[in-house]
């Protein structure tokens, strides 16, 4: 009666990490993005508005105010 009761171990698998090279354009890519929407939160109304009419400055206003940028 020679069983043994140890647990095979589990296989550590280790994650190589992302190249910088591979990384930094999807970096820039977001960081643009969050760029773009930032100014459509805070800055897209009156005379730096870059599409006319009130629509994006309305879609946007409850994140303004979150936000705190100044409105009204
Ligand atoms: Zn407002």
């Excluded at 805070?42 to 730096?48: I, K, L, P, R, S």
């Excluded at 508005?49 to 946007?60: C, F, T």
């Amino acid at each position: 009666m020679a069983q043994s009761t140890a647990a095979p171990m589990p296989t550590i698998q280790t994650v190589t990490p992302l190249p910088l090279r591979t990384l930094a354009p999807w970096a820039v890519f977001f960081g643009v993005l969050m760029l773009v929407l930032l100014y459509f939160v805070g800055a897209e109304q009156g005379a730096t508005a870059v599409l006319s009419g009130e629509g994006v400055h309305e879609w946007v206003h409850d994140s303004r105010h979150l936000l705190g940028f100044p409105c009204h």
